[in-house]
């Protein structure tokens, strides 16, 4: 299985990285003609990001080697710059209240996946400022184990989770479950992540991977 797993990585890797590279070379011959200078910018960017994506969702199809303990606040930070940029292109604004929190047992590319997906859903279908939290759950409505909950929100009306649009959130749904977690709507515009904390003797702290902004 993890022979499989990894030529399966392998052989989408390349798959995904040609036409990513022939965008690149588009983007650089544009560059050499003198097109817009911001826009260019822009696309750059995206495509960076892209590929950081790419990156990360053919680690998270591999076979897990072991829990990573993160800390969830430094790994908001890190990767909030670009969606602040993409915000304030449409106007808008990305807000960050993070709480000290224990550490988070989870795979840092997962979270930051899910993460993605929430933003990108306020982004594009919500409306207003943007708010990310990071909060521990109160001991009474968790479990047996302690609980730390990660939430995006925003100022438009919201939706139900069934009928959210795009694959997106069930990509969510199938990383945060295989890290031991679970996704809901805790409001009409706030979709969080519940996150199983670390126990007190474990791994030592993973810090988060960057992202291009």
Not at 33 to 61: K, N, P, Q, V
Not at 84 to 112: F, K, M
Not at 122 to 139: D, N, Q, R
Not at 142 to 171: H, I, K, M, N, Y
Request: overall charge negative.
């Amino acid at each position: 299985m993890v022979e499989r797993s990894r030529s399966f990585g392998a052989d989408a890797s390349h798959q995904l990285r040609t036409p990513l590279t022939a965008l690149r070379l588009d983007l650089e011959a544009l560059e050499a003609s003198g097109a817009d200078e911001a826009l260019l910018h822009a696309a750059f960017a995206e495509a960076d990001r892209l590929e950081a994506t790419i990156e990360e969702l053919l680690a998270l199809a591999d076979v897990p080697m072991g829990d990573e303990h993160i800390q969830l606040g430094a790994l908001v930070e890190a990767r909030i710059d670009s969606w602040r940029s993409l915000a304030q292109a449409a106007g808008r604004e990305v807000t960050v209240d993070v709480d000290p929190v224990p550490l988070v047992r989870a795979r840092a590319a997962a979270i930051g996946q899910c993460l993605q997906v929430l933003l990108d859903n306020a982004l594009e279908h919500g409306e207003g400022t943007i708010t990310v939290s990071v909060a521990s759950v109160p001991a009474t409505t968790a479990v047996s184990r302690g609980w730390v909950r990660l939430c995006v929100s925003d100022q438009g009306p919201g939706f139900d989770e069934a009928s959210t649009p795009g694959r997106g959130l069930r990509l969510a749904k199938s990383l945060i479950q295989a890290e031991g977690g679970r996704i809901r709507v805790e409001r009409d515009a706030t979709v969080c992540l519940l996150l199983p904390t670390a126990p007190v003797e474990g791994t030592p702290l993973v810090p988060p991977p960057k992202v291009p902004a």
